[in-house]
């Protein structure tokens, strides 16, 4: 079989392998044997073989997602199993909020800065250019906010810890790249169990923040070199990561990947993943990569 189709759902009335081997044939492709991965508590998923042509299966996930709360991750076959590498966004990605929206908040203005990020993220706006412009706007915001953001406002999404968890007992290598700052990402990568982490610098006088940012910014092309770099480092290539984001500066590193996985993204970057993550959480992406409920490793 040519490809592979991973679909996963938290809903208990969809039957998953009828579904799947029905959008294979609404593709003109034709389907091989399911192969279950978790049968509910919480989630159903499983696998697809088949063989259709390049253009039908492009269309094959979005006709899945379609079809109900369904998450689906469709590759050759060449690329689905176990990554050794797994490079991830942080910010909407592995924590539930944009950290540059919630520290503005402090200062009255996160509807303005929320407003720059999310364009940004929706690849509108050159990126490095609207992070200066945000991070100019928190000048004189005293360091003690980024601490109260961080305890007060800052969650990890749902399955961060199981994902690190299971991928690290079985081999993997995990890092934690984000458009972000390094004050976040340091705290965050202990939380969810990433063993490191890159960010850009938010500049302090001491007291409080300057409204600069440390040179040279970490955007779209520093991501995807940080997989690169990573995955030569373990002696690897590309195919053989794992790459999440949700945003337009993610792009990169995500076309550059083995698995490229949209977590709740924008359009630009779910229409260019290999899977999407939408409807159940962060353990999709290991279904996606084969393993089972069963081997899962709870963080």
């Not at 006709?63 to 369904?70: D, N």
């Not at 800065?113 to 992070?131: C, H, V």
Request: aromatic share 6%.
């Amino acid at each position: 079989m040519d490809w592979v189709l991973v679909a996963v759902t938290g809903a208990a009335d969809i039957g998953l392998s009828g579904l799947a081997a029905s959008a294979v044939k609404t593709a003109g492709g034709e389907a091989g044997d399911w192969v279950s991965l978790a049968d509910g508590d919480p989630l159903n998923a499983g696998f697809l073989p088949f063989t259709a042509s390049g253009e039908g299966a492009t269309e094959l996930r979005r006709a899945i997602e379609a079809a109900g709360p369904v998450d689906a991750a469709v590759m050759p076959a060449a690329r689905f199993g176990r990554k050794r590498l797994l490079i991830s966004d942080m910010d909407s990605t592995i924590i539930g909020q944009e950290c540059i929206d919630e520290i503005a908040d402090a200062m009255g203005l996160k509807s303005k800065i929320s407003e720059i990020t999310e364009r940004a993220m929706r690849g509108e706006l050159d990126f490095e250019a609207a992070l200066t412009e945000r991070v100019a706007m928190l000048k004189g915001l005293p360091l003690g906010a980024l601490a109260s953001t961080l305890e007060e406002r800052i969650t990890l999404n749902p399955g961060a810890r199981t994902l690190l968890a299971t991928m690290k007992a079985h081999g993997a290598r995990t890092l934690l790249v984000s458009g972000g700052f390094t004050y976040f990402t340091a705290r965050v990568a202990e939380r969810a169990g990433f063993e490191s982490h890159q960010g850009n610098t938010l500049i302090d006088d001491g007291a409080a923040l300057t409204g600069e940012v440390g040179r040279p910014i970490l955007g779209r092309e520093a991501k995807r070199a940080a997989l690169l770099e990573a995955a030569s480092a373990l002696g690897a290539g590309p195919e053989d990561a794992i790459a999440m984001g949700d945003g337009a500066n993610d792009l990169d590193m995500i076309r550059a990947s083995g698995l490229g996985v949209a977590y709740r993204a924008k359009p630009v970057v779910a229409a260019e993943a290999a899977g999407s993550i939408r409807h159940t959480d962060l353990t999709a992406a290991l279904f996606f990569q084969g393993y089972k409920a069963s081997e899962f490793v709870p963080g």
